[in-house]
């Protein structure tokens, strides 16, 4: 036997020895607990919408999920630490537009590559941004906000969960269209933005409806606009931002679950096929549905392209509107 010929027995054994690893790895995964990243507080939509699935994963994984919430730096602390994190199925992470395609479009740097750092198991489904404020706020109506904001230029605040998130650019697209100046006032998460609305402290505010649903039955907030093309079924009475008049408004935030890069293809097929199952569940479209969530499931055929040309549109966008890093 030649030393070539001995070589490649090697590397086919070795190879054997890899793939019969990873089977059998995927064979008897998931065999501990598994943590379920979410770069919001507690309460907000990305927080509801990561439960529910967390939930779900765990009844048909039979591990328990844990939900971690790791607010801070515009989800960009919490992508990096999935990022980083051993690609064994065992850490995943559920974000949005606001992690993998704004960042990079305002800021110079970003600690992870969105388009290379992450496995993607598949797009879940969107939810609507709507323009809100307290309930007893005199401001009755969108008309009336902008007249005011003309008026006193810079006087009035504009709160998002956060920098460069889904947030922050669908508000700075109302003020450009509008052709207003607000303060911008950027909160770690929903949840702390709508207390401080509830409480009177901000005056305006971009959440989504699944936020904001519960204030609303709870009287303590009104919808001005929608940010959709049309009107989201979750709010009929509600108009959007476009058939107001102000431009050709179509933003939402979606939603999307990955794991770390290099994930072993047997977990991630497992992973991937376990979700789909989950978001076309009719029991779990039914708990989506109650919530304000729009679920539906998409595989990523190509991740990266996806990203790299979202980020480029996020960036014109940006530069539009005049979104930048704060």
Wanted: include cysteine; glycine fraction near 8%.
């Amino acid at each position: 036997m030649s030393i070539w010929t001995t070589k490649l027995a090697t590397a086919a054994a070795f190879a054997a020895a890899v793939l019969t690893g990873t089977l059998a790895h995927a064979d008897g995964y998931p065999e501990r607990p598994l943590q379920l990243i979410c770069p919001f507080p507690p309460g907000g939509a990305s927080d509801v919408v990561a439960r529910i699935i967390g939930s779900e994963l765990e009844t048909r994984l039979g591990k328990p999920v844990i939900i971690m919430n790791r607010p801070g730096g515009g989800t960009t602390i919490a992508a990096k630490e999935v990022a980083r994190a051993a690609p064994d199925g065992y850490t995943l992470f559920f974000s949005s537009n606001s992690t993998f395609t704004l960042p990079a479009a305002v800021k110079e740097s970003v600690p992870y590559d969105a388009a290379k750092d992450f496995e993607p198991l598949g797009q879940v489904g969107k939810i609507t941004l709507a323009l809100v404020t307290y309930q007893d706020n005199p401001v009755k109506d969108v008309a009336a906000l902008v007249a005011e904001a003309k008026a006193n230029p810079d006087k009035l605040s504009l709160a998002s969960f956060g920098v460069a998130t889904v947030s922050h650019f669908a508000g700075e697209l109302f003020k450009s269209s509008a052709g207003i100046k607000m303060v911008h006032l950027p909160y770690k998460g929903s949840a702390p933005a709508m207390n401080d609305l509830i409480g009177k402290h901000i005056q305006y505010h971009v959440d989504t409806v699944i936020a904001v649903k519960p204030q609303i039955e709870a009287g303590t907030v009104k919808v001005l606009a929608v940010f959709s093309g049309k009107r989201t079924p979750f709010l009929p009475d509600v108009p959007t931002l476009a058939e107001l008049g102000y431009g050709s408004i179509d933003f939402s935030s979606w939603g999307a679950v990955v794991a770390p890069k290099g994930l072993p293809p047997a977990v991630r097929d497992k992973l991937t096929a376990t979700l789909e199952e989950i978001i076309n569940s009719p029991a779990v479209i039914e708990r989506f549905t109650k919530v304000g969530f729009e679920p539906g499931f998409a595989r990523f055929g190509d991740w990266a392209g996806a990203v790299t040309k979202e980020t480029a549109e996020m960036k014109q966008i940006a530069q539009t509107a005049g979104i930048k890093e704060e």
